[in-house]
Nanobody
Framework: QVQLVESGGGLAQAGGSLKLSCAAS????????MGWFRQAPGKEREFVAA????????NYADSVKGRFTISRDSVKSTVYLQMNSLKPEDTAVYYC?????????????????WGKGTQVTVSS
């Protein structure tokens, strides 16, 4: 059974930083591309960042490019999202997601399993 558990969310001030973690279990971890998505109140869930099975190929939404960094630690079976220069518009529930495929994807429909999410709130 695949399980993704996010942690690291919380409250930050604008311009601050947070680091999210996603611990994965039940996967053939090295063969799975992983990603982060977010959903703000009243909005659809949107793509944030993705990393391929090797960790060498990454993909970012334009809104976070240059501020967020996705990475993975295969030994720990964990995916991270380092978020710097946070803005109030980054406020959302952040979801970790994975897929039964090695290449990155940016749409929710292409992801096969999801965590329950962690709240990130950025104050101005």
């Amino acid at each position: 059974q695949v399980q993704l558990v996010e942690s690291g969310g919380g409250l930050a001030q604008a311009g601050g930083s947070l680091k999210l973690s996603c611990a994965a279990s039940g996967l053939i971890y090295g063969n799975n591309a992983m990603g982060w998505f977010r959903q703000a109140p009243g909005k659809e869930r949107e793509f944030v960042a993705a990393v391929d099975w090797s960790g060498r190929d990454t993909n970012y939404a334009d809104s976070v490019k240059g501020r967020f960094t996705i990475s993975r630690d295969s030994v720990k079976s964990t995916v991270y999202l380092q978020m710097n220069s946070l803005k109030p518009e980054d406020t959302a529930v952040y979801y970790c997601a994975g897929r039964w495929g090695s290449q990155t994807r940016t749409t929710t429909g292409d992801m096969d399993f999801w965590g329950k999410g962690t709240q990130v709130t950025v104050s101005s």
